[in-house]
């Protein structure tokens, strides 16, 4: 989601003539592939959504179990990417900063939910936090079982986005410079001095963006939660599941109506990481 | 947190009285020259232990239970016409999505790199816009658009056209889901390279067609490959989308994710994760690949935190 970043510096006005050919072929091709495949289908979306009118919309998107899936679906999202914000910002933090053997190797294991498919996530942490699971084995005496519910979906969503504050905090610590610490420390500040004022606000607006798309990338997830969290309606059941549920049972309108709400929140969190990026790029612009 | 901070602060310690006279710290990178901190130590053993347990354990797990009842089993479940099937048709809507969306990639990121126009920025934001849409909604919304009670679903009815549950369905929305990642693997790296040279190749004669495969595509190369690579992983791998377009009729619009899920349902397991275990080696040569490119294109890295 680096757009707007990349938009800003295309938006620069390079007052020249257009000397490469192919300006209204590529524009054309562009659009009619991105309406053809994208927009149009989305709009048909929010059309269909519109047939329902807007008490009945109203009445689907407040009853119970549509709530009770919407809340799980953020919390858990929010709960997880808090997570990955703490587990991100110490992994990038130890590849930038300390050398260890087989550092490259652990730097690419780190995009390994970006590679690996959904459902082999899915089912992988199913047999491992189930309750005779190499990790649920583990758990269970302590009373504490991870599959099949709430916080099964947590351990899924931690997964799936794991990657993302490590990806977007690592290139601001490659580029901060060691001296501002140092000379912190020569000034008589302590280490948690040095990290709340000195590192922690560089590396802030790149942890929130981190944190937002870990967040995002968590809210619209299906396949690696559906085997792990029971999928019990009221309790663990995931706004995306509830989509394919209502499908399932020729409900479209009342699918369409909680995608709408999903795509509208979805959007928002889009542009507000589009403005977050911006703000991360002139931050570490100013820093370097 | 603190532990963090500590170790911020762990190449300082030898400041202390009577050591000023130490080369600049700056220069230490190594952790064979740090001072007997154990903070260090701590925080590489606690990153690698989060990342044991987070990332590796579930990759192991998958190959475990793949072969828990032995080598016959495994290639049993493999061998299966279903199994063969689910394959074969994840390799049929791999190589009809990834080539559609690499030249809409190249169109698009050619349109937005070489010219200038209103609008540029919002055009960038709306080809990113199925990232930020979930898979599920991916395929939702092509089932409203063609599904029996979709606004083309009379009309194509019929004409006997089926989409939906059907291969067509499977390839759109993986389409779909994979439309980005060509196309912003190359805006930035094209973005840097400027036009000087296209217009150079311009002016000395070149045709436009001469320009983009004589000069533009071998600046590209690896930042295509790099995008297809990735394009394919997702397509080869998505789940949700297809789940909800496909219909799940078993050797017809069972696609390999959606093959694992049916077995695992079964409790067949074993065979469940023997499937799994191809997807999962499908990642990790991506995995590999990626970064052999990255070692070779540096400026490849730049993009990645925002893949997913």
Redesign the interface.
């Known amino acids: 989601?680096?757009?707007?970043a990349?938009?800003?510096?295309?938006?620069a006005?390079?007052p020249r003539r257009?000397?490469?050919?192919?300006?209204g072929l590529?524009?054309g091709?562009?659009?009619v592939?991105?309406s053809l495949?994208?927009?149009?289908?989305?709009a048909?979306?929010f059309l269909?959504s519109a047939e329902l009118g807007w008490d009945r919309f109203l009445e689907v998107v407040t009853s119970p179990r549509v709530v009770a899936s919407l809340q799980l679906s953020f919390g858990a999202s929010f709960v997880a990417a808090l997570v990955n914000a703490?587990?991100g910002?110490?992994?990038a933090?130890?590849?930038v900063?300390?050398?260890?053997p087989g550092r490259?190797i652990?730097d690419?294991?780190?995009?390994?939910?970006?590679?690996?498919?959904?459902?082999?996530?899915g089912?992988?942490?199913t047999?491992?936090y189930a309750p005779n699971?190499?990790?649920g084995a583990w758990l269970a005496p302590l009373g504490v079982q991870v599959a099949y519910t709430p916080l099964g979906v947590v351990v899924a969503l931690?997964?799936i986005g794991?990657p993302?504050v490590v990806?977007?905090v690592?290139?601001v610590l490659e580029n901060l410079d060691?001296?501002v610490?140092?000379a912190a420390?020569?000034l008589g500040a302590?280490?948690?001095?040095?990290?709340?004022r000195?590192?922690l606000p560089v590396v802030w607006p790149a942890l929130l963006t981190?944190f937002a798309?870990a967040f995002?990338?968590a809210?619209?997830?299906?396949?690696s939660v559906i085997?792990i969290a029971g999928n019990m309606p009221l309790v663990s059941e995931i706004a995306?599941?509830l989509?394919?549920t209502k499908?399932e049972q020729?409900e479209?309108a009342e699918?369409?109506a909680i995608?709408v709400v999903?795509?509208v929140i979805?959007?928002a969190?889009?542009l507000a990481i589009?403005a977050l990026q911006g703000w991360a790029q002139r931050r570490a612009g100013g820093v370097r | 947190m603190s532990a963090v901070a500590s170790d911020a602060v762990a190449p300082l310690e030898p400041a202390a009285p009577g050591e000023k006279d130490a080369p600049p710290q700056a220069a230490r990178g190594g952790p064979g020259r740090r001072r007997r901190s154990a903070a260090p130590v701590m925080l590489v053993t606690l990153a690698l232990a989060w990342l044991g347990v987070a990332l590796v354990l579930p990759l192991v797990a998958v190959f475990a239970q793949a072969f828990a009842k032995g080598w016959d089993a495994y290639a049993a479940a493999l061998t299966d016409p279903m199994a063969l099937h689910a394959i074969r048709l994840t390799l049929t809507v791999a190589a009809i999505a990834v080539p559609l969306n690499l030249v809409f990639g190249v169109v698009a990121a050619w349109c937005v790199t070489k010219y200038d126009f209103p609008g540029k920025s919002a055009l960038i934001t709306l080809i990113d816009l199925p990232f930020a849409v979930s898979p599920v909604i991916s395929g939702l919304v092509y089932v409203l658009l063609f599904g029996a009670q979709g606004w083309l679903g009379p009309w194509l009815l019929d004409r006997d056209v089926q989409i939906i549950f059907a291969v067509p369905g499977i390839v759109l929305a993986t389409v779909f889901v994979t439309f980005p990642f060509v196309a912003r693997e190359l805006i930035p790296l094209m973005q840097a390279q400027g036009r000087d040279e296209e217009e150079t190749a311009l002016s000395l004669g070149a045709s436009g067609w001469q320009t983009f495969r004589r000069v533009t595509l071998p600046n590209i190369r690896l930042g295509l490959l790099y995008g297809v690579l990735l394009c394919n992983a997702r397509a080869m791998g998505e789940f949700g989308a297809v789940a909800v377009v496909s219909g799940h009729i078993r050797g017809l619009t069972n696609t390999m994710p959606l093959h694992v899920e049916i077995l695992y349902n079964e409790y067949n397991a074993t065979a469940a994760f023997a499937v799994a275990s191809l997807l999962a080696m499908l990642a990790l040569v991506t995995l590999v690949a990626r970064s052999w490119l990255e070692a070779r294109a540096p400026e490849l890295r730049g993009e990645r935190a925002a893949q997913s």
């Open positions: 989601m680096a757009a707007l990349t938009s800003q510096v295309l938006d006005p390079l257009r000397v490469i050919p192919g300006f590529t524009l091709y562009t659009l592939y991105l495949i994208v927009l149009i289908p989305l048909a979306t269909k703490a587990a910002l110490l992994v933090w130890v590849l900063r300390h050398d260890f490259r652990v690419a294991i780190v995009d390994l939910p970006f590679a690996l498919p959904t459902a082999v996530a089912i992988a942490l047999a491992l699971g190499w990790i931690v997964f794991l993302f990806r977007t690592q290139p060691r001296e610490e140092q420390a020569t302590q280490p948690a001095q040095i990290f709340l000195v590192v981190g798309l995002a990338r809210v619209g997830e299906y396949g085997f995306p599941l989509i394919v499908l020729y479209y699918a369409t995608a999903m795509l979805s959007f969190l889009m589009n």
